[in-house]
């Protein structure tokens, strides 16, 4: 008997026939003799809703009444998932993050868990009930409901997985496992059988929303193993592992990420002299304005032009602040563009190989995209390129590492 934790995402649970199916699918792995935790997201759509909702009454709400308001979503989906569970005779209980104690610190919206005590989660499933939690959310030291991130439901199960030392963690989504790139973006992408930790933190990281990223931080310290899967088809998804020696085989690259949200900041002509970078980025952090990549160039009359990103929404709030420290710094002029995007290729085979780079831009050369920034790190390489190219700068790295699916077959 093993014991499997399944996360099912919010599509997955979008209206009462999709809870129904995945009643059905629980109560199948419940019949096979395994002991399931299930954790649900709020149903597609819920959580931006009630964002916008707290928005419309204030733009500046307290983030620790958001998460009071947020969490409500998957209160809804635990509770008909039970029901629909014991409808097709399946003892089933439903609970809060609160109600079976995962703990996380106080940051509302972006809490991290610190402790879960599985102690009422295995006494229920010892009598025979599959336990039903809500993704997203915990509760801190004083009592106080707190959400983990967007996508934070992904860290829940990852997180129950480990704490209560499951088999697996399944993560149900409506696409049938981790693709080489976004298959919304790039028909031909291929689904992967397997990638390692790491090389899926660097694609969560950069932009790829099929897991989040804590819970793959959490399933690599954990060695918890985790599989994605679609809740609508029958597959073996996409298993995320340790490397080995099957890794190993593996492509140079495994895949393209990209993410829609950034933003590039320039301050140009500021005097080149220790501790600029400091000026300059200090009372960016000040404002709470979290830096991604950054570039400096001296030109030849020794003054410097200082470029960094952004998330987006961060934009106004960083031109703000190099606005006012232009005249504070001397500096000739300040610049910005929030119509860029970053796109990055990941692989750990690129550490065994030179090359990756010079492939890369030449890719990006041959369809005509202007490179505005570069970062690469020992797996991944990232470009920033203007808005309009993102599609087809990643198709065109999509073909040019050779990870476009063969075409169908002809009759
Ligand atoms: P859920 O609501 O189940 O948590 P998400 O929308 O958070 O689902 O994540 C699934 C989506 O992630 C897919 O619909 C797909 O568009 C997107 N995605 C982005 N990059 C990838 C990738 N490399 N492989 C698979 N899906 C990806
Ligand atoms: N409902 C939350 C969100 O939309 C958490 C999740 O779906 O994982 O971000
Ligand atoms: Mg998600």
Redesign the pocket.
Known sequence: MALIVQKY????VGDVDRIANVARRVARTKAAGNDVVVVV?AM?GETNRLIGLARAIDPDHDPRELDMLVSTGEQVTIALLAMALHKIGVPARSYTGGQVHIRTDNAFTKARIVDIDGAKIRKDLAEGRVVVVAGFQGVDAEGNITTLGR?G??TTGVALAAALKADECQIY???DG???????VVPQARRLDSITYEEMLE?ASLG???LQIRSVEFASKYNVPLRVLSSFDEGQGTLIKSEDASTMEQPLIA?VAFNRDEAKLTIMGVPDRPGIAFQILGPVADKNIEVDMIVQNVGQDGSTDFTFTVHRNDYKKALAVLQELKAKLGAREVAGDDKIVKVSVVGVGMRSHAGVASKMFKALSDEGVNIRMISTSEIKISVVVDEKYLELAVRALHTAFGLDAPPPQQQ
């Open positions: 995402g919010g599509t997955s997201s597609s996508g439901s992904d989504t409506d696409v981790v693709y080489t790139t976004d298959p919304r694609l790829a929303k099929v895949g």
